[in-house]
């Protein structure tokens, strides 16, 4: 086993075995039986209409807008959505979601500045490494590039019953 497997927290081997906890879960729902064993949900909190409308002259010049501030952006850093809107999910979790999370919303867009001050301000002082959060070319982590690795929206074939 490579140290990059060692990284990963759930491939297609772990389906079964989250099946079968889920279904054993007592009276825990989808949402708590993921909040259970997912790294930190955290929430983004999102930009007023107000802040919205106010940037909306500087707005169309980019392909983008933040999901934070509302300034306009490039697009280049997101975010992926859970829990029916306004939380950020680790990449390290993506199975869980894939199988469990009906509140699966995508990829939205956080600028980069509102990117880095929301490391510098919740990522690191909880010792959480951004690229297991952020998506972008700036925000790879090794385990991406493993054929072991589920992406969100993956369940390596898996069409079976969850419940």
């Known amino acids: 086993m490579t140290n990059l497997i060692k990284k990963l927290k759930y491939t297609k081997a772990n389906i079964e075995e989250l099946k ?3 279904r054993n879960r007592g009276d825990q729902d989808a949402d708590d039986f993921i909040e259970s064993r997912a790294e ?3 929430l983004v909190p999102e930009a007023s209409d107000e802040e919205r409308t106010k ?3 500087i707005n169309w010049k980019f392909h983008d807008t933040c999901f934070h501030c509302g300034r306009g952006a490039k697009g ?11 939380f950020m999910a680790s ?4 199975l869980l979601f894939s ?3 009906l509140g699966d919303m995508y990829l939205y867009c956080i600028g980069s500045t509102c990117a880095k001050k ?3 301000e919740v990522l690191k002082p909880r010792g959480l490494d951004p690229k297991d959060y952020f998506w972008g070319e700036a925000y790879v982590a090794d385990y991406e590039d493993d054929p072991d690795y589920l992406h969100i929206g993956d369940t ?4 079976g019953d969850y419940e």
């Not at 990449?91 to 993506?94: E, L, P, T, V």
């Not at 390596?156 to 069409?159: I, K, L, N, R, T």
């Open 20 to 22: 079968n906890e889920f």
């Open 40 to 42: 930190p949900i955290l």
């Open 55 to 57: 940037n909306r002259n």
């Open 76 to 86: 280049a850093v997101m975010f992926h959505m859970v829990n029916g809107g306004g």
């Open 91 to 94: 990449k390290k979790d993506s």
């Open 99 to 101: 199988l469990f999370g």
């Open 118 to 120: 929301f490391t510098k």
């Open 156 to 159: 390596a074939g898996y069409e």
